[in-house]
């Protein structure tokens, strides 16, 4: 499922210490560095007036893992140049939920839908929505004869660059990412965007625009939390000619807060728990420097007062995922998980791992994953985190010699939001200065909604036909 210039890679993922070094240059070039962008009226003072344990006065390492944490405090926020909220008026609320950032997603689910964008064969979108309780996918737009293809349709975007669909209370949040190779040719149409609206689609506004030397970041980077009132996502500032990254949160009014800045090395947004972020980052990956041993740090970020506390690390070459209240790292055979609280370590089982590449979530004390084995076959499997039994599991669809697995998007009550399979779109992406349009296909999902006991029980899922233009 590969998109130019934004960022997410291809459906094959690739391994957490080959992505750590995979640092996207393709979506810098063209960018041309501005002069520095001014300080958010949020930034504190210093570091220490934000909040930010002090590289001194960081707890010891309880994880019990060998590798030394090398903790450097979260920054003041330089955030691109914006009309930014005041921060006196940010006030979370509600426990924090990761939202998984990987290649293919484009939106989230709530209480009663998935929201989702259809890529066009002109590089356009539409914003679509599946209903839980009637289990059809319909473009999200009501007005009768509408073609969806211009800006007559309220559910039409121009150009697919990064765009991500995200309920957060009684809102729509849609996030357009931003390209910055593409803004000489297509102007605001590349340029990173907040808009706003009603569930139904109606309302819709833009709230804000960052500037065109900047863009929402994602895979390996980036990732994404809502409480009941914001989304939370990093914007990658390049006007200085350095990447600068900011985490922001923006509420269903589109009032944008520039909260802190995060490291350049990795750093992510891995989930959530009570009003907290969980963070992780890789101390030097952003130098590339030879023979450096990297290591993930994961960090606790309290959302009330902007103070981070280190949790515990691990090798870089392993994989790590938050869920179900604790964060699981599959480290070859072994399969341990510690508190997000304070890093003590919960619980490490062994585990019959044949070959994981991506992990998906915990999802009923089973943390579901994907990868090859040693011979190139397909796996999609579940881990038990308390027995680490291995489940195997069919969802593996495959199409023009691309393979999609089963991941779960959302959950619907007691039904899982699946991917049922995969359609291949031909898409054309419009010309660059001096060169031709860049055709290529692009693997469109197909959405199912499945009670749990079916689905680890490895049942057939028969697809919702994606909605008819």
């Given amino acids: 499922m590969k998109r ?15 992505m750590a070094l995979l640092v996207p240059t393709a979506a810098l070039a063209g960018c041309t560095p501005g002069e520095p962008a001014p300080s958010s009226p949020a ?17 010891p390492d309880t994880a019990g893992t060998t590798v030394d944490l090398d903790w450097t405090p979260v920054a003041p926020a330089t955030p691109p140049e914006g009309d930014y909220a005041d921060p006196a008026d940010f006030a979370p609320q509600g426990e924090v939920e990761g939202l998984a950032d990987r290649s293919g997603i484009s939106g989230y689910g709530s209480d009663t839908g998935y929201y989702s964008f259809r890529l066009r064969e002109d590089a356009s979108a539409s914003l679509c929505y599946l209903d839980y309780a009637s289990g059809r996918e319909i473009v999200l737009c009501s007005q009768p004869n509408c073609t969806h293809d211009s800006d007559a349709c309220p559910a039409w975007y121009p150009f697919d660059n990064g765009l991500r669909a ?13 390209s910055p190779n593409y803004v000489d040719l297509l102007g605001a149409d590349a340029t990173p965007k907040i808009q706003v609206m009603n569930p139904d689609g109606s309302d819709r506004q833009e709230v804000f625009a960052f500037p065109a030397g ?3 970041s ?14 939370y996502f990093t914007i990658t500032d390049q006007s200085a000619g350095a990447n600068a990254r900011t985490l922001c949160a923006v509420d269903g009014e589109g009032k944008v807060f520039a909260l802190c800045a995060l490291p350049e090395d990795e750093e992510r947004i891995a989930g959530g728990d009570g009003q907290s972020l969980i963070l992780t980052c890789m101390p030097g990956s952003s130098n590339l420097e030879g023979t450096q041993t990297y290591t993930t740090q994961v960090l606790r970020l309290d959302l009330t007062n902007l103070q981070a506390t280190p949790l515990f690390s691990y090798p870089a070459e392993a994989l790590g995922v938050c869920g179900q209240g604790a964060y699981y790292v599959l480290d070859g055979q072994t399969l341990p998980g510690y508190s997000l609280t304070d890093g003590s370590k919960l619980s490490d089982v062994a585990v019959d791992n044949p070959g994981v590449q991506t992990l998906y979530g915990v999802f009923d004390g089973r943390l579901l994953a994907s990868g090859y084995t040693r011979e190139g076959e397909p796996l ?6 308390e027995t680490g039994e291995r489940t195997d599991l069919p969802y593996i669809f495959r199409e023009d010699g691309t393979v999609a697995f089963g991941e779960i998007l959302a959950q619907a009550g007691g039904r899982f939001v699946c991917v049922a399979g995969v359609q291949s779109d031909a898409v054309t992406y419009p010309a660059q200065s001096g060169e031709e349009p860049m055709r290529t296909s692009w693997l469109s999902p197909a959405y199912t909604l499945v009670d749990h006991a079916d689905f680890w029980a490895g049942s057939p899922m028969q697809a919702i036909p994606r909605p008819v233009e």
């Fill in 4 to 18: 130019p210039e934004t960022r997410r890679r291809a459906a094959l993922a690739l391994p957490a210490l080959l």
């Fill in 43 to 59: 930034a504190p003072a210093d570091t220490s007036s934000a909040g930010m344990t002090p590289a001194e006065e960081a707890p």
């Fill in 166 to 178: 995200v309920p957060v209370g009684d809102r729509l949040i849609v996030l357009q990412g931003g």
């Fill in 214 to 216: 900047s863009w929402v």
């Fill in 218 to 231: 994602t895979l390996p980077r980036g990732g994404f939390a809502r409480d009941d009132v914001y989304l």
């Fill in 380 to 385: 999609c499997y579940a881990l038990d985190v």
